[in-house]
């Protein structure tokens, strides 16, 4: 078939595209100089044959063109049928396997990758709806990028639930239509500042009039059409071939090229069954002559050079939910003629005419479009320069800019300095009321709807007995809010304290956890020893020694080691008391047997797992060694909480707190969600060990641990603000929780008292506790 031709209008697109002036993002939008990156990619990847492999590897490679200073690690899919992967993968994960995605997530966090791109499609993962992926997505650190090939506007119950908790773990989004953008914002509640639209990347070619493939596979002249990609009932394929005859009429020499290998489940279901069907198809219609298959999977290249030799490239898929295809893309981008069912994907790129879109999945317009586009050849030379040019911003080097953009934007930036500044203490009185301190706060706010509890009061009454002198005169009021507080708690006929109690004052339970009272007589014990008033100490005495036999009852590791903290500083003011001792001994036995019997190779701690105030068993250990002249209780805490530190050390040397996801789950580690109260109990503990041992180290891991306030963590962003004396709720994936309760306020406050007494004061002696800065960061959130 003789070609209309326009070469001026082709060659200045091409030429004006590889000028010294190339079609690019904004200024606003290059990717500025920055140090270098590593990116942990995964997806499947060659020599897998799919749609998603031949994308990630694209990725891969023009990424590395775009920034020679990006070092990707490749973790590719592998399913028991592909061949062995290259030397470019960094690890392959048997898409059935949960020990292989946990050993992912475990050499990705170990590779010091600062940003993580996961290719998403429900099939290519295990489990249902491909859950299997959040056994690698839950354990990884650092940000999360998530490219989603298939956004559903009505998923099944597994497909909600797995898009849920991408949503919620993703730092970002990337759809590749406007479509997917405004699904996940209506449909999933994605914030629009999560999301980002980068189209599919599309080939850089000289647009091809008449390819020279025509000659070699002897079609010359004929007319051309075709459909690409791997052959399944979902590709309309049906409509297409029976829309044949109408076109077969007026053209008989007119082809139908259907590229493209059998779908490699479809052949391990039924074999090439489909297939079979239609060509019985084309054959019942008479237009068998006019079909011509090519069944197996191209390369990318090969792809490219079967596309430019048709005229016309259809598109006939009855899915119009569809949100991408290659292929389409591949088309626009060299130039062809489009004809296509309004699949989303379509309706977007073949905008403002850039090709046709039927009303639906229809032979007779199918027909219709085509007969159009052959019998006036300049109605299809104009689709071919509006696809050309449309082409020209989907370009691979274009893509890949704003690929290395985001990757830029979402990987951490250098740390930023530490701060030795007291924090304000208004912060954490801005939480109370006449009653003592309230549970949690909205932004700022307090929130009232939760009340109060023990454990909160318990705390605060311990920083008020740790400020300095003329601290205390001011905090005498609150001391004794505290304190009330604590004491009503009591409840005489169960022998125990109460802990929540709502806005209205009552009392929402009879008897709190034992990690509540256990939280509750290690205050006690703190104020008998540090409480600037006489009384105050007389009054915590006397509460901790009527409270104290049900130190002797607990079972909860923590209620334990909080009592013994209690009872060690009882101890610090009265030596010989019998209560306190009972407690200590018993703590001190409890806590090493807990040791000895879970320790194993790799994990040297009390529990199966990890929970909340990890540290603080190991610091009850080494109290109750010292306290007792224990030599063997003492160094079992030191070896737990030394293994504990480098535990939650990241390897590019900050504190990675265990998160909230991992509580109850034993032997796992999860990085998200991390909290205020993990950074004190670890300066505690750290405080002690240096104080037993006088090691520097010690004081490493302290100060290490304290900067995570500042921003030393996994996702470069402060959570404490000293000036406002406020700390917010907790690290997650996408930043901070931007409450501020009182455990974190507290757990700031006191973690910087601990920091003055023991380190900065020790370090820098002349300098006082209110003056102690370097840097102030703002308070995220």
Request: charged share 25%; glycine share 8%; net charge negative.
């Amino acid at each position: 078939m003789k070609h209309d031709s326009d070469d001026r209008f082709f060659r200045d697109i091409s030429l004006d595209h590889h000028s010294s002036s190339p079609v690019s993002l904004p200024a606003d939008k290059v990717p500025p100089i920055r140090q270098a990156h590593r990116l942990a990619l995964i997806g499947c990847f060659r020599p897998r044959q799919c749609g998603i492999a031949t994308f990630t590897a694209d990725t891969y490679d023009h990424l590395r063109a775009a920034r020679c200073d990006l070092a990707i690690d490749i973790y590719a899919m592998r399913s028991r049928t592909d061949p062995d992967m290259g030397s470019e993968v960094s690890l392959a994960i048997n898409e059935q396997a949960p020990a292989d995605y946990r050993a992912a997530a475990e050499a990705i966090n170990a590779s010091g990758a600062q940003a993580i791109w996961l290719q998403h499609e429900f099939g290519i993962y295990g489990g249902a709806a491909g859950e299997m992926i959040f056994e690698l997505v839950d354990r990884v650190a650092a940000p999360l990028i998530v490219t989603l090939h298939t956004v559903l506007a009505a998923p099944s119950a597994d497909q909600r639930r797995v898009m849920d908790r991408l949503v919620a773990r993703a730092s970002k989004l990337v759809v590749m239509s406007d479509y997917g953008r405004e699904t996940l914002r209506d449909v999933y509640g994605a914030s629009a500042a999560q999301i980002v639209h980068i189209e599919h990347g599309t080939p850089d070619r000289p647009f091809v009039d008449i390819a020279p493939l025509r000659e070699a596979l002897g079609i010359a002249d004929r007319p051309v059409i075709s459909t690409f990609g791997l052959i399944g009932p979902g590709k309309g394929l049906e409509a297409a071939i029976r829309a044949l005859p109408l076109i077969v009429a007026q053209y008989p020499d007119v082809l139908y090229r259907i590229v493209g290998a059998t779908h490699p489940n479809l052949v391990a279901a039924e074999g090439e069954a489909y297939r079979e069907s239609l060509e019985q198809l084309a054959e019942s219609l008479g237009v068998a002559g006019n079909v011509a298959w090519e069944n197996r999977f191209l390369d990318t290249e090969e792809l490219l050079d079967q596309i430019e030799l048709c005229d016309i490239y259809l598109a006939p898929y009855p899915n119009l939910q569809q949100i991408t295809s290659g292929t389409l893309a591949y088309a626009v981008a060299l130039g062809r003629a489009v004809v296509s069912t309004p699949f989303v994907h379509a309706r977007e790129l073949l905008a403002d005419d850039v090709g046709i879109l039927l009303p639906g999945i229809d032979s007779d317009a199918i027909a219709e479009a085509v007969l159009l586009l052959l019998a006036v050849p300049e109605e299809r030379r104009t689709l071919q320069r509006r696809a050309y040019a449309r082409g020209r911003r989907t370009a691979w080097n274009v893509i890949a800019r704003a690929c290395a953009t985001l990757v830029d934007g979402v990987a951490l930036p250098e740390p930023p300095a530490g701060t030795r500044r007291m924090p304000a203490i208004e912060g954490a009185w801005a939480l109370c009321d006449d009653v003592g301190m309230f549970q949690h706060s909205i932004h700022r706010v307090p929130d009232r709807r939760h009340g109060y509890c023990i454990d909160d009061n318990a705390r605060a009454l311990m920083l008020v007995h740790g400020l300095p002198a003329r601290g205390q005169v001011l905090a005498q009021s609150r001391a004794l809010s505290f304190a009330s507080f604590i004491q009503h708690g009591w409840n005489p006929d169960r022998r125990v304290f109460r802990n929540f109690m709502g806005y209205d004052r009552r009392w929402l339970e009879d008897e709190g956890s034992e990690d509540s009272n256990g939280r509750t007589l290690w205050a006690l014990g703190h104020a008998a020893a540090h409480a600037a008033s006489p009384a105050m100490r007389d009054w915590a005495a006397d509460l901790f020694d009527l409270a104290a036999p049900m130190g002797e009852r607990f079972k909860s590791p923590r209620a334990v080691a909080f009592a013994v903290l209690g009872a060690d500083a009882r101890l610090a003011h009265e030596p010989g008391n019998a209560r306190a001792h009972a407690i200590v001994e018993r703590g001190g036995a409890f806590l090493c047997a807990l040791w000895k019997a879970a320790r194993r190779p790799g994990w040297d701690w009390f529990e199966a797992g990890l929970s909340y105030d990890n540290a603080r068993l190991a610091e009850a250990l080494i109290r109750a060694g010292q306290r007792l002249r224990s030599l063997p209780l003492e160094e079992a805490g030191l070896a737990a909480l030394d293994w504990l530190a480098d535990f939650q050390t990241a390897r590019e040397g900050h504190f990675r707190p265990v998160g909230s996801d991992s509580f109850d789950r034993a032997g796992e580690s999860f990085p998200f969600d991390q909290q205020p109260l993990e950074a004190w109990a670890t300066i505690d503990a750290c405080a002690t060990a240096f104080d037993a041992t006088r090691s520097k180290a010690w004081r490493a891991h302290a100060e290490t641990a304290y900067a995570w306030f500042f921003g030393r963590n996994d996702r470069a962003i402060a959570l404490a603000d000293p000036n406002s004396g406020r700390c917010v709720d907790g690290l997650t994936p996408h930043g901070v929780n931007s409450n501020s309760g009182a455990e974190s306020v507290l757990a700031y406050q006191l973690a910087s008292q601990t920091m003055a007494a023991k380190f900065w004061r020790e370090a820098m002696p002349e300098v006082g506790a209110r003056s102690l800065s370097t840097s102030v960061p703002e308070l995220a959130g």
